[in-house]
């Protein structure tokens, strides 16, 4: 069974930055790795891919203001958050596919983090 725990989170000021980590317990070949998000009464969404190989996928939403990436083991994923706003105060969740691709649907995704709570203050 994959464990997935994120950390990161925190209160900050709009036009600040945050950086989440999700360490997972493993990780085969050929995985993704992802970041969702939910809002307060609304259903999680997707915000940001990394595949195996690297290849990356976002929103519309973060892009050009969120870079996700990996260490060189693969097993640790990160969301580098910049520019943030409001409209960016959820929970975030990481998540394991046993695909390597991406997917906005979030029943395509195998394993899932407790969560952590990014608060952005305006």
């Known amino acids: 069974q994959v464990q997935l725990a994120e950390s990161g989170g925190g209160l900050v000021q709009a036009g600040g930055s945050l950086r989440l980590s999700c360490a997972a317990s493993?990780?085969?070949?050929?995985?993704?790795m992802g970041w969702f998000r939910q809002a307060p009464g609304m259903e999680r969404e997707f915000v940001s891919t990394?595949?195996?190989?690297?290849?990356?996928y976002y929103a519309d939403s973060v892009k050009d203001r969120f870079t996700i990436s990996t260490n060189n083991a693969k097993s640790t994923v990160y969301l580098q958050m910049n520019s943030l706003k409001p409209e960016d105060t959820a929970v975030y969740y990481c998540?394991?596919?046993?695909?390597?691709?991406?997917?906005?649907?979030?029943?395509?995704?195998?394993?899932w983090g407790q969560g952590t709570q990014v608060h952005v203050s305006s």
């Open positions: 990394i595949t195996w190989l690297g290849h990356t």
């Open positions: 493993e990780r085969a070949f050929n995985t993704a």
């Open positions: 998540a394991l596919r046993l695909r390597d691709s991406p997917s906005p649907d979030t029943s395509e995704w195998h394993y």
